[in-house]
């Protein structure tokens, strides 16, 4: 059966920086989408970053130009390096794949919490 484990979390004053990680155990392949989402306490889960087998990255406007999302295949591992990091980032983060056509799968982590705060 395969998990997804993060790691990386913690408490961060604004400006610090974190690097999330996100591993996959267990048989896994082919993965069409990595991806990021956040959810904040009275909010919906949102997707904050995705990057694609080809290595397509999306980002939403409120990170970009300050989180990076890249991935490696052989390791089965997704990571998410945070920059400049703001109050309005705290929230539990979870880390998610896919994998499209017949063979679909969506696995989602256990989530991570972030909290930006001095």
């Known amino acids: 059966q395969v998990q997804l484990v993060e790691s990386g979390g913690g408490l961060v004053q604004p400006g610090g920086s974190l690097r999330l990680s996100c591993a996959a155990s267990?048989?896994?392949?082919?993965?069409?989408?990595m991806g990021w989402y956040r959810q904040a306490p009275g909010k919906q889960r949102e997707l904050v970053a995705s990057?694609?087998?080809?290595?397509?990255?999306n980002y939403i406007d409120f990170v970009k130009g300050r989180f990076t999302i890249s991935r490696d295949n052989a390791k089965n591992t997704v990571y998410l390096q945070m920059n400049s990091l703001k109050p309005e980032d705290t929230a539990i983060y979870y880390c998610?794949?896919?994998?499209?056509?017949?063979?679909?799968?969506?696995?989602w982590g256990q989530g991570t919490q972030v909290t930006v705060s001095s």
């Open positions: 998610n794949f896919q994998r499209f056509g017949y063979f679909r799968l969506n696995y």
């Open positions: 267990g048989s896994i392949s082919s993965i069409d989408v």
């Open positions: 990057i694609t087998s080809g290595g397509e990255r």
